[in-house]
């Protein structure tokens, strides 16, 4: 069974920084399009940034230059580095494994995710 368990959220001030991980179990971690998402009450769950099995990054253009995708292998685990937050980057984040190696458009029923953790970005 394949699980997703993220984990790294909290509350911060306006500029300062937080690392969410996520820990994949029972998938062929490597091979798989990874994603970080976030959801806020009322709204469209948004694409954040994805890495593919290659280890190539896409970001939506509002976090692009401020946060970081990244996966470690070895240890089974995505990363989101989040620098310079602000108070619109508070949501939920949730990570999700795409079936293909390449990172699609969209997502399909196909995707797997997380619980998510919170992130609350003060003013």
């Known amino acids: 069974q394949v699980k997703l368990v993220e984990s790294g959220g909290g509350s911060v001030q306006a500029g300062g920084s937080l690392r969410l991980s996520c820990v994949v179990s029972?998938?062929?971690?490597?091979?798989?399009?990874m994603g970080w998402f976030r959801q806020t009450p009322g709204k469209e769950r948004e694409g954040v940034a994805t890495i593919d099995g290659g280890g190539s990054t896409s970001y939506t253009d509002s976090v692009r230059g401020r946060f970081t995708i990244s996966k470690d292998n070895a240890k089974s685990t995505l990363y989101l580095q989040m620098n310079s937050l602000k108070p619109e980057d508070t949501a939920k984040y949730l990570c999700t494994t795409y079936r293909s190696y390449y990172c699609p458009t969209s997502t399909t029923s196909e995707n797997l995710w997380g619980q998510g953790t919170q992130v609350i970005v003060s003013s």
């Open positions: 029972g998938l062929s971690y490597s091979d798989h399009c």
